[in-house]
């Protein structure tokens, strides 16, 4: 399990959006990600926020997987 962690997009839908992310008992940490499109929806947001620190490798895929069976 990973160290607990938070969020947010900063300055969205401008040239200088950045996602702000900090684990807990850290200081925060900002990812450029002016090409990252936020859906209006705050489900659809959350996962493309989600997802596009994942493919940063700044948080584990905690995502579950079903594998059949």
């Not at 992310?21 to 989600?50: H, I, M, N």
């Amino acid at each position: 399990m990973s160290k607990p962690f938070r969020f947010h997009p900063v300055d969205a839908g401008l040239s200088t959006q950045r996602i702000s992310l900090t684990f807990e008992g850290e200081a925060a940490t900002e990812f450029p990600a002016a090409d990252l499109s936020l859906p209006e929806d705050q489900t659809a947001r959350f996962w493309a926020v989600y997802n596009f620190l994942v493919s940063a490798q700044a948080i584990p895929n905690d995502t579950p997987v079903y594998t059949g069976g």
